[in-house]
């Protein structure tokens, strides 16, 4: 699968989805993607190629530990990276191609906005998944 910022400066590549696709209603996230929440999946560092435009990342760190990787020309958000962990946070939104899953859990339901209708029939967890470190 091949991934692209909005004016098409970064190209990146995916060989496969190694965890399955979640949104996140984290108070970060909806700063950081101005919108209501943020799609993701990990991915691990060896099914991940940047191909063209890796100059121009930016990087800003959210959180202790946690730096969010975007577009510095037009600001997409594509990529996070938390210290030692073994896969990055892919932006699903920024995939050009399907990546053939859907959606199959909601984080930070409980920092969910008020102006939102939307309902999926998909696990909700308050905060973290069960299981997450």
Wanted: contains cysteine.
């Amino acid at each position: 699968m091949r991934g692209s910022c909005l004016c098409k400066s970064i190209e990146y590549e995916v060989d496969r989805l190694d965890t399955g696709i979640g949104h996140c209603a984290c108070h970060t996230c909806r700063k950081a993607h101005a919108a209501a929440f943020n799609t993701t999946a990990g991915v691990l560092h060896a099914h991940f190629r940047w191909l063209k435009g890796v100059e121009l990342l930016k990087h800003y760190e959210s959180s202790p530990g946690k730096k969010r990787y975007f577009c510095g020309h037009c600001g997409s958000h594509l990529v996070a990276q938390k210290e030692s962990k073994a896969h990055l946070v892919l932006r699903i939104a920024t995939l050009d191609d399907d990546p053939g899953q859907r959606p199959s859990h909601r984080i930070w339901a409980s920092h969910a906005v008020p102006w939102l209708e939307y309902e999926a029939d998909i696990k909700s967890h308050a905060e973290w998944e069960p299981g997450h470190r």
